[in-house]
């Protein structure tokens, strides 16, 4: 499996973001964009939504449907991208509509954009590429292993709709696992060990 080119996009507030020990570093999170493009996903990563340190929510790498690769923060800091998560994760965005723009309408909670193979080759090489260059990295998880917590659907209240269903079903494990040296966590509510 080849390593994709990853080529440096950084943030401009990623000086801001606190360092780690690569050893710190032992999950990772596969999250889906929910966006259509990598403009928007930038765009959205750029956004500064925690004015006291000056950073937003982004991923550490982003991956687009043609397999291109691009590093928004380095492993070595901590990006926000998983509630609860973030100090010991690196986050993989892949490039997908998932539910967009309707996120939070019960009526759209669907996703229906499978993801190409290109870009599944990419993941698996670039996670191959991590596990060899973090010592502790073990596991991977989906966002929506992660984060479980459920919000009220925008077109009516009374239904309670997972907030994160990322990288959703359509995301091929049966693909990847076997391809890379990282462990599922099936996110049964006991921590990580």
């Known amino acids: 499996m080849s390593v994709p080119p990853i080529e440096d996009w950084l943030l401009p507030y990623t000086a801001r973001l606190a360092p780690r020990p690569d050893d710190a570093v032992d999950l990772v999170v596969i999250h889906c964009t929910e966006l259509p493009d990598m403009a928007m996903a930038r765009a959205f990563g750029e956004q500064v939504r925690y004015p006291a340190s000056g950073t937003g929510n982004s991923g550490h790498y982003y991956l687009d449907r043609d397999g291109r690769c691009w590093r928004f923060v380095e492993a070595a800091r901590i990006a926000h991208h998983v509630s609860g998560w973030n100090e010991r994760s690196v986050g993989i965005e892949l490039v997908n509509r998932g539910r967009y723009p309707h996120w939070t309408d019960s009526r759209h909670q669907r996703f229906e954009e499978p993801y190409p193979p290109a870009q599944i080759q990419a993941l698996t090489g670039l996670l191959r590429q991590l ?11 989906g966002h929506e292993d992660l984060d479980r917590r459920l919000e009220p659907a925008s077109d009516d209240p009374a239904i309670l709709l997972p907030r994160r269903r990322d990288p959703g079903p ?14 599922r966590w099936h996110g049964d509510g006991a921590p990580l060990p």
């Open 131 to 141: 596990a060899a260059a973090l010592p502790s990295l073990r596991w991977i998880a």
């Open 170 to 183: 359509l995301f091929p494990w049966d693909a990847v696992l076997p391809a890379i040296p990282l462990e």
